[in-house]
Antibody, heavy 120, light 110 residues
Framework: EVQLVESGGGLVQPGGSLRLSCAAS????????MTWFRQAPGKGLEWVAN????????YYVDSAKGRVTISRDNDKNSVYLQMYSLTAEDTAVYYC?????????????WGQGTLVTVSS | NFMLTQSHSVSESPGKTVTISCTRS????????VQWYQQRPGRAPTSFIY?????PFGVPERVSASIDISSNSAYLTISGLKTEDEADYYC?????????FGGGTTLTVL
């Protein structure tokens, strides 16, 4: 079964850091583009960051540049999102998703999400 | 970057047909594929329509979608509405390695 499982969310203080993980299974991870999205409470979906199959290229939404880093480990079938200088506006459910094989910016499989709460 | 604009909510009765629109602010709607995602309360989004008008396995034939260049919009149509269709629906497209979502449309079936 194709599956993505996020972890690492939780409560963090403003100004703190957090590293999210997404473990993939059921497909050849190294062949796929991966993406992180987020959804603030009661709000819509927002793209956060992309990473190419070999990790050589990464892209970020303007609001996150300089505060987040996406990375991957193809040996561990995992993609990560390191977040810094967190503010209340970063409170959201964070989803990882797989890009479709020939249309990488079309997410086709989503994880169940992990909740990040930034609060003192 | 462009924006995708959706109506906030729509309501319709069971058995009826509803169409949800998604309008691109700049650049052609045909420039890149449009996708639609369904998100039920408390759940992750799932692929509902991909590459403008294709249905993933498991999405029923009463679901269809299209793009219209003259209105620079994409449209999602669900016919024979069922209560299980109640959900948020998001359109999505991309350009230059950036992905953009519409604000989402809440479909109520009552």
């Amino acid at each position: 079964e194709v599956q993505l499982v996020e972890s690492g969310g939780g409560l963090v203080q403003p100004g703190g850091s957090l590293r999210l993980s997404c473990a993939a299974s059921g497909f050849t991870f190294s062949r796929y583009y991966m993406t992180w999205f987020r959804q603030a409470p009661g709000k819509g979906l927002e793209w956060v960051a992309n990473i190419k199959q070999d990790g050589s290229e990464t892209y970020y939404v303007d609001s996150a540049k300089g505060r987040v880093t996406i990375s991957r480990d193809n040996d561990k079938n995992s993609v990560y999102l390191q977040m810094y200088s967190l503010t209340a506006e970063d409170t959201a459910v964070y989803y990882c998703a797989r890009g479709a094989l020939f249309v990488p910016h079309r997410p086709d499989i989503w994880g169940q999400g992990t909740l990040v709460t930034v609060s003192s | 970057n462009f924006m995708l604009t959706q109506s906030h909510s729509v309501s319709e009765s069971p058995g009826k047909t509803v169409t949800i629109s998604c309008t691109r602010s700049s650049g052609s709607i045909a420039s890149n594929y449009v996708q639609w995602y369904q998100q039920r309360p408390g759940r992750a989004p799932t692929s509902f329509i991909y590459e403008n008008n294709k249905r993933p396995f498991g999405v029923p034939e009463r679901v269809s979608a299209s793009i219209d260049i003259s209105s620079n919009s994409a449209y999602l149509t669900i016919s024979g509405l069922k209560t299980e269709d109640e959900a948020d629906y998001y359109c999505q497209s991309f350009e230059n390695n950036n992905q953009v979502f519409g604000g989402g449309t809440t479909l109520t079936v009552l």
